[in-house]
């Protein structure tokens, strides 16, 4: 059995510090030792710090207690809409194959999705129609990108 702290939002608060702490005490040892500096406004330092542990503390618990929690769900009643119960009048839901398709067209519009949300990709695409003179269009390559990747990913490419 887990202890009390591990079953409650304590876990999540813990890894929330965990992954903002040691980065804030690497990158001021940093600034220290290496550069010689100083932090100009301490004040608004550690209020910016503070906001950024508050910030990944309540991601850590919405993922924990929500997403992740919704994702363990829907995964786990999808199957059942293709299954055929005997004691179930209309089973199944949808057809094998209709199912695997409508499984097959959701992932593939949220990589779809994904892929265009990614800043990186944004960037890069931004940066190359810039250096081009606008050659290559950003949402052509942007969009190109995106009605691949799903694609490449789900063959395991």
Avoid at 56 to 71: C, D, R, T
């Amino acid at each position: 059995m887990l202890a009390w702290h591990e079953q409650t939002p304590w876990l999540d608060m813990k890894l929330g510090v965990q992954a903002i702490v040691p980065l804030v005490m690497f990158l001021l040892t940093v600034l220290y030792l290496l550069l010689k500096e100083r932090v100009q406004n301490k004040l608004t330092a550690f209020y910016g710090i503070a906001l950024c542990v508050t910030g990944m503390v309540v991601f850590n618990i919405g993922l924990s207690y929500g997403l992740a929690k919704l994702g363990g769900q829907s995964g786990g009643l999808a199957p059942a809409a293709c299954t055929s119960l005997d004691m179930v009048e209309n089973s199944p839901l949808y057809p094998y194959e209709f199912g695997i398709f409508i499984a097959l067209a959701f992932a593939w519009l949220l990589g779809f999705g994904a892929t265009l949300a990614e800043p990186a990709l944004n960037a890069l695409c931004a940066m190359l129609e810039n250096l081009t003179n606008g050659a290559f269009k950003k949402t052509m390559l942007m969009d190109s990108v995106a009605l691949a990747w799903p694609a490449a990913s789900a063959w395991g490419s």
